[in-house]
């Protein structure tokens, strides 16, 4: 019995006019331009990060981006002026604005998705400008109050300003995640007979975790980057947060301890980036209500 001789499999040839053809776009000059302006964007600002990155363990660091002399003395000497107090500061003070600003968000925004509220679209305009506010604009007047109410140089009533400050754009981003969750839901509910209290706490909570998440990111990370506002309502160098913390490597005469800096500033911005990475992860693909109700 002859076998029949073998043919390699060869790929099909698909010509121009073919559907099924895949086609790719030609690269233009206008193409070309754009790739190359992000590009350029890019470095912009990945050259600092760079910088950073070695100057922190550089004992020679300056300006300019170079190999570094390795060392890790920069850590210890940012480490040594107050230790982790600065970073626990910032911790605390972002943690306390993050939990009030995300509650009262909640308590806020729940109603105004769904209940009727008179003037309620002119209510939402109005918390989209104030969330557009600057604070300093605040804080001659916050300051004077601070003071007729001895609320000064305390973290905890720094957090409840700073809460106050994100509360127009929190309460904007929750009731629009609110809006999301399928008012069958809460019906059910009711026809079990649970109240409103009942309804928000087990039934539109829960489904809205993914949206509070997002919102006390929001607000955890304006608050661990304030600046002005612990300058101003907090004197006392026990207190400091690690934006203000970072005074100490200015030095006398503008001279600036660039090594310590970087060391510094590398450790202060760690916590928000491990944060995000870890909440991330429980954010993807949240909000998939399509299977909790039937046509």
């Known amino acids: 019995m002859i076998a029949a001789p073998s043919h390699r499999a060869l790929p099909l040839r698909r010509g121009a006019d073919d559907p099924n053809a895949v086609r790719y776009p030609r690269l233009s000059a206008g193409g070309l331009f754009s790739n190359l302006a992000l590009l350029v964007i890019g470095l912009a600002f990945l050259l600092p990060l760079l910088w950073l990155l070695l100057a922190s363990v550089d004992s020679h660091a300056g300006w300019a981006i170079r ?46 998705s769904r209940r009727h509220v008179p003037g309620k679209r002119l209510f939402m305009l109005g918390i989209l400008f104030l969330s557009g506010l600057p604070v300093t604009m605040m804080l001659v007047p916050i ?97 400091q947060p690690g934006t203000v913390a970072l005074y100490q490597f200015l030095g006398a005469h503008g001279v600036i301890q660039f090594g310590p800096l970087a060391a510094f500033s590398l450790m202060f911005s760690l916590p928000v980036v491990i944060l995000y990475l870890f909440v991330s992860k429980s954010l993807s693909g949240a909000f998939t209500f399509g299977g909790g109700v039937r046509g």
């Not at 409103?196 to 607000?219: D, H, K, N, Q, W």
């Open 67 to 112: 190999l570094p002399n390795l060392t890790t003395a920069n850590y210890r000497d940012a480490l040594a002026n107050g230790g982790w107090r600065p970073l626990l500061n910032s911790f605390y003070l972002a943690a306390v604005t993050s939990v009030v600003a995300t509650i009262l968000a909640l308590m806020a925004g729940y109603p105004l």
């Open 143 to 239: 300051y004077q109050l601070y003071v007729k109410l001895n609320w000064l140089n305390s973290i905890f009533t720094m957090g409840l300003f700073l809460a106050a400050t994100a509360l127009p754009f929190a309460i904007w981003l929750v009731k629009n995640f609110i809006d999301t969750i399928p008012i069958e839901f809460e019906e059910a509910a009711a026809i079990e007979g649970a109240g409103t209290l009942r309804t928000m706490l087990f039934v539109v909570l829960p489904l809205s975790l993914p949206g509070l998440a997002v919102t006390a990111i929001y607000t955890f990370i304006a608050a661990w980057g304030a600046f002005v506002v612990p300058l101003v309502l907090d004197q006392n160098p026990g207190q």
